[in-house]
């Protein structure tokens, strides 16, 4: 534990590299800090010995200025070691997430498939601001502390060597006290992390999925849930307080303890006549007892905000050093293509050993407009998932223009084939900035122009503010035929050699799915296009369609072709929803 604990510090420190400069005045600050904070008492012992028993005015009044500047000059390395430890802190942060963030939107689909979506947001976020309080509350103040005790027992001694071995015995203590401490709270510290995550997990996947909580009347049952989850958090912040309640008072009773010896010792001392022991040295000792204790109570609270950077260091470090990237070792820039595609013997599984692809070979010549359809399940959207490269296939090949689609770099191959899915997902933006994605070499005369084209520019103008209507979160705002309509628009603006519609004119409304048959007709000119549809009556016109059934192409032809086939699986899914729509009317 302790290796892991100090390798994540050292790669936490290996950020600060870039920050050298600021690093190294933080540290010089640390420790002009520790020698001013230490000074005082000393002086507070001579201002008494020297200038208050003595009575000497002028002494008297030039050294308390003396010490307005040392106090002054303590002001200032506190000010500027407290600003710029929490400067790096910040630097350092940004950097790391920045890293963080580059890392997760680079991951495979499949990492996205088994990591929930409330830890991912966890790590990005409040992991990362534990890890800011490393520098700010943590690593440099236990430091500084560190140095001004080294300070303080050297005046100590320095002083009076008899008192400071007083207080020097009540010390290992309070050290063990905060060993035992320490360790107690590194273990409820993890808990506590753990049970952030999984409270952030559900009410992340609850908000999100809030409609079907409230369509099934499952309130209550989320809320006892959620009232579980929310104990088990509690039960874990009540374990760090148990801690904290222990160990404080132990600490102050040791450091009052002590005090009093010394205080008694040092007084019996100069009643007795020692000269070994003045008047100062009580004064300077209460103030240095403060200054040596305190600071070791605090560094084991300190030690607390720490370690719980550090574990949450070891979780992002944990999803930064995950090797989940798609392999973009591809070397060809995907052209403008001409939008042949052939799969051969491609055999694909999410899970392994659960194959969904099953050695599918499927040729598609350019220019086509070809149809997948098929049960679900029939594997008709991997398909899609896989010319995308957002999974990678386990056997087998699958090219376009005669090149594997793995020597193509993924941002070129992806620019080129754009996909309208059913379940249109829009940021919380205007219309503009979710059609043109915020890329500036797309203006917003080129979307007007291009609206007009698939005839959408007027359902566009309908709305509050036009192009500049906020659709808010994930297009609330906004019906699922106009989300697809905005999704048609945004596919064809990026002018894709390959468009893919998967189930997008699928559960709308009549007027919708006008403008988007006319949307489709349009943008599904003169380029490959693959449609995946389970209404058929939306692909008759197709070049060719393709059955598939159970990760295999079962048929395919034109849909006066497959309808002569005598018990079909194409004729049959036709026949089958003809009646249910007849029967429906």
Do not use: C
């Not at 659960?354 to 029939?378: F, P």
């Amino acid at each position: 534990m302790k290796t892991i604990k100090s390798l994540s510090l050292r790669k936490i420190l290996s950020y600060a590299k870039p920050y050298k400069s600021r690093f190294n005045w933080v540290v010089i600050y640390a420790v002009s800090l520790s020698i001013f904070a230490a000074l005082r008492p000393y002086m507070v012992k001579q201002t008494v010995d020297s200038y208050v028993q003595p009575q000497d005015k002028t002494g008297l009044l030039i050294y308390v200025a003396l010490m307005g500047v040392v106090l002054l000059l303590e002001v200032l390395s506190q000010f500027f070691f407290s600003y710029w430890a929490n400067w790096l802190g910040q630097d350092i942060v940004k950097d790391i997430r920045e890293k963080l963030f580059d890392k997760i939107i680079n991951f495979k689909m499949r990492y996205f498939d088994n990591e929930p979506v409330g830890k991912l947001v966890t790590r990005a976020v409040s992991d990362i601001e534990s890890i800011a309080s490393i520098f700010s509350q943590g690593l440099f103040m236990i430091v500084s502390d560190l140095l001004k005790m080294v300070v303080v027992l050297g005046i100590m001694f320095y002083m009076n060597y008899k008192l400071s071995f007083i207080v020097v015995l009540g010390m290992p203590i309070l050290i063990y006290a905060t060993r035992v401490f320490q360790q107690h709270m590194k273990t409820a510290f993890q808990e506590v992390r753990n049970q952030i995550a999984n409270l952030n997990t559900f009410v992340q996947e609850r908000l999100t999925g809030m409609k079907i909580v409230q369509l099934f009347t499952r309130e209550d049952i989320e809320y006892e849930k959620f009232k579980e989850i929310n104990h088990k958090h509690n039960v874990a912040w009540l374990k760090n307080i148990l801690y904290n309640s222990i160990f404080f008072p132990i600490a102050d009773i040791v450091s009052s303890v002590t005090l009093g010896i010394v205080i008694w010792y040092g007084g019996m001392s100069i009643v007795e006549g020692d000269n070994l022991t003045s008047f100062g040295d009580l004064f300077a000792y209460t103030m240095l007892i403060s200054m040596l204790f305190n600071p070791l109570r605090q560094i084991a609270d300190k030690f607390n905000v720490m370690q719980m950077g550090i574990i949450a260091a070891e979780r992002v470090f944990d999803v930064l050093e995950t090797e989940e990237e798609m392999d973009d070792s591809g070397s060809i820039a995907a052209p403008q293509f001409k939008g042949e595609i052939a799969l051969s013997q491609v055999y694909f599984s999410y899970i392994p050993g659960t194959e969904v692809l099953k050695g599918i070979d499927l040729n598609i010549s350019a220019g086509q407009t070809v149809a997948i359809v098929g049960a679900s399940g029939a594997g008709k959207s991997t398909i899609i998932n896989l010319l995308n490269r957002f999974y990678d296939i386990d056997s087998g090949t699958i090219t376009i223009d005669g090149t594997d689609i793995k020597d193509f770099t993924l941002d070129s191959l992806r620019k080129q084939v754009a996909v309208v899915l059913q379940d249109v997902f829009l940021f919380s933006d205007s219309i503009l900035n979710n059609i043109t994605l915020r890329n500036p070499a797309i203006t917003k005369e080129e979307v007007v122009k291009v609206a007009k084209q698939i005839g959408i520019h007027d359902f566009i103008e309908s709305l509050p503010f036009g192009y500049d209507y906020n659709v808010k979160e994930r297009g609330v705002m906004l019906s699922s035929g106009q989300r697809q309509l905005i999704a048609f628009l945004r596919a064809y603006i990026s002018n894709p050699s390959i468009l893919i519609l998967d189930e997008a004119t699928s559960s709308i409304d009549t007027h919708s799915e006008e403008l988007l048959q006319h949307a489709t007709e349009y943008l599904t000119q003169n380029r490959t296009s693959i449609i995946i549809a389970h209404r058929l009556a939306t692909i008759i016109n197709a070049d060719r369609i393709i059955v598939m059934d159970k990760g295999r192409v079962v048929e395919q032809g034109t849909h006066k072709e497959l309808l002569m086939i005598t018990n079909g699986f194409y004729k049959q899914l036709y026949e089958a929803q003809f009646i249910k729509e007849t029967i429906t009317l």
